[in-house]
């Protein structure tokens, strides 16, 4: 989850980590999307969440060489984190979450509970980027994907005013 709590504050605006948003906050962002059809096109075969401004939320996530995203936690354990590792560099570094830790492999799915503990590193000397998008615990029927959507839908709202 793209979101760090406050003491992690400083890699939201640090160039060795960075995101090209193609869903951010539920929003299509049609000049990034539009340069990735069929990227597009997957990934609305997916289970996405559809929770209004929150998701889906779905990037190109890169991480410089040497960087380290230190560990954190995502606030609900419905939905699950997919990486799809688009670039893996030899000796990239790995995905812990909770105590097991797995490198990316090129075309191979990392798909985890992110509101497990995690943390990522890259320690070859080039930068790594994945696909990263949200879906749906498997677990979830149609009814209760609805009410969470609605809970935390109206959590926003709550907390706007």
Not at 13 to 36: C, I, M, P, Q, T
Not at 101 to 115: A, H, K, N, T, Y
Request: glycine share 4%; aromatic share 8%; charged share 25%.
């Amino acid at each position: 989850d793209m979101q760090l709590d406050e003491n992690n504050k400083d890699l939201l605006d640090n160039n060795d980590w960075g995101a090209l948003y193609l869903w951010e906050y539920g929003r299509l962002v049609e000049e990034k999307a539009s340069l990735f059809p069929l990227t597009i096109k997957a990934l609305e075969a997916a289970p996405l969440p559809l929770i209004s401004s929150q998701s889906p939320m779905a990037l190109f996530s890169r991480l410089t060489s040497g960087t380290r995203i230190p560990p954190h936690n995502g606030l609900l354990n419905t939905r699950l984190i997919c990486h799809l590792p688009i670039i893996v560099p030899k000796d990239c570094g790995a995905l812990r979450v909770g105590n097991e830790q797995r490198p990316w492999v090129e075309g191979e799915m990392l798909i985890f509970d992110d509101s497990i503990e995690h943390e990522a590193w890259n320690t070859s000397k080039k930068e790594r980027v994945i696909l990263l998008f949200e879906v749906w615990r498997p677990e979830l029927n149609e009814e209760e994907r609805q009410l969470v959507s609605t809970l935390l839908a109206a959590v926003k709202e709550y907390h706007k005013g």
